[in-house]
C-alpha cells in the first residue's frame, strides 16, 4: 500500500472508533467489515440479523463484529427517548409521530447511542 493509505490506517486504528454499516446483510458490506475488523482499523456494528447474515455468509469471518437488529428494536422505548429529545423544539413531535420515525436505521443507532 501507500503511505498515505498506511498513514491513515494507522492513524483510524490508534483512535479506536466505532464505525456503523447500514445494510448488514448485504455482501460487500459484511466483506467490509470482516476487512476492518480483521486489521483492527475499527470496531465494527452491523445494522442487520445476525443469525440471518451468518447463514447467509458462512464464509465470513464475523469475530469482533456486534450486530443491532433494526427489526428487534423496541419501537415504544425509542419513541419515548426521541419524543423527549425533540420537546421544546421547533420540530417537536407527539408519541404517535416518533413511533412512525423510530423503525429509521439511523435513528435507532443515534438513540441506542445517547
Do not use: H, W
Request: glycine residues 4%.
Amino acid at each position: 500500500m501507500s503511505k498515505v493509505i498506511d498513514g491513515i490506517i494507522s492513524k483510524a486504528q490508534s483512535l479506536g472508533k466505532t464505525i456503523v454499516l447500514p445494510e448488514g446483510d448485504e455482501k460487500r458490506t459484511v466483506k467490509a467489515a470482516e476487512i476492518i475488523t480483521s486489521k483492527k482499523i475499527a470496531k465494527i456494528i452491523l445494522l442487520a440479523n445476525e443469525e440471518a447474515v451468518k447463514a447467509k455468509y458462512p464464509e465470513i469471518n464475523f469475530s469482533g463484529i456486534e450486530f443491532i437488529d433494526p427489526a428487534a428494536v423496541n419501537v415504544d422505548e425509542y419513541a419515548s427517548i426521541f419524543c423527549e429529545l425533540r420537546k421544546g423544539k421547533k420540530d417537536e413531535m407527539t408519541l404517535d409521530e416518533a413511533k412512525v420515525a423510530v423503525p429509521d436505521a439511523d435513528l435507532i443507532l443515534f438513540l441506542d447511542l445517547i
